[in-house]
């Protein structure tokens, strides 16, 4: 069976950035889940008041059986690909098997069942005022956002669903503190990985 870890923390807390160091050297051996194939699409709704931080706009059935799949390491695991400039699915990809997979998202978690599915859970801890900034800084850089947008968006629905993420705080099984800067936490949360791997025989 494989090794899941759920990596979850409010949004802009570094949850891509924590995959993406823990993945180096790990490459052959490691998939990543993301949370953002598995909207459902907004349909009708205009794009700019649907509550894409909303638990209901998430296919939950869908990552519970991703995740199930890749534990046992099933196939075919297809996956959702999901096209935010259209808001909606445009077709699926196959997820090969691998020895380690990483899930991570800011809200899934708020379910108990997918908490329940994956073997540990870290959660990267970062102060809201820093993650909004941050935030603010992505959205305008690489998705062309003004400041209006994004804090107008962060005020109706990101910070209520920051709250609801921080609440699951302490059923996590590793707190990463980032504020400023968790490469040292990642390094050894890496070697952890590669530990657990050799425990198991799969290096």
């Known amino acids: 069976m494989a090794l899941v870890i759920g990596v979850t923390g409010i949004s802009g807390s570094g949850k891509s950035r924590l995959c993406a160091l823990l993945e180096e050297g790990l490459e052959q051996e490691l998939t990543i889940i993301c949370q953002d194939s598995f909207y459902k699409g907004c349909g009708n709704i205009d794009p700019d008041v649907y509550n894409f931080d909303d638990l209901d706009s998430l296919d939950l059935e869908s990552i519970r059986l991703a995740i199930h799949n890749c534990k046992n390491r099933q196939q075919p695991n ?82 209520q669903a920051s709250l609801k993420t921080l609440a699951i705080r302490n059923q996590a099984d590793f707190i990463i503190p980032n504020n400023d800067s968790f490469t040292n936490a990642a390094g050894l949360l890496r070697r952890h990985i590669e530990f657990l791997l050799k425990e198991k025989g799969a290096r």
């Open 78 to 159: 297809e996956i959702p690909v999901y096209d935010h400039s259209k808001h909606g699915r445009v077709g699926y990809r196959n997820l090969p098997p691998s020895q380690v997979v990483l899930v991570e998202g800011h809200m899934m978690f708020q379910d108990a069942a997918i908490r329940a599915a994956v073997d540990y859970l870290l959660f990267v801890d970062t102060d809201m005022d820093i993650a909004i900034v941050r935030r603010l800084k992505r959205d305008i850089a690489e998705r062309g956002r003004n400041v209006n947008e994004v804090t107008s968006r962060y005020m109706r629905h990101v910070r």
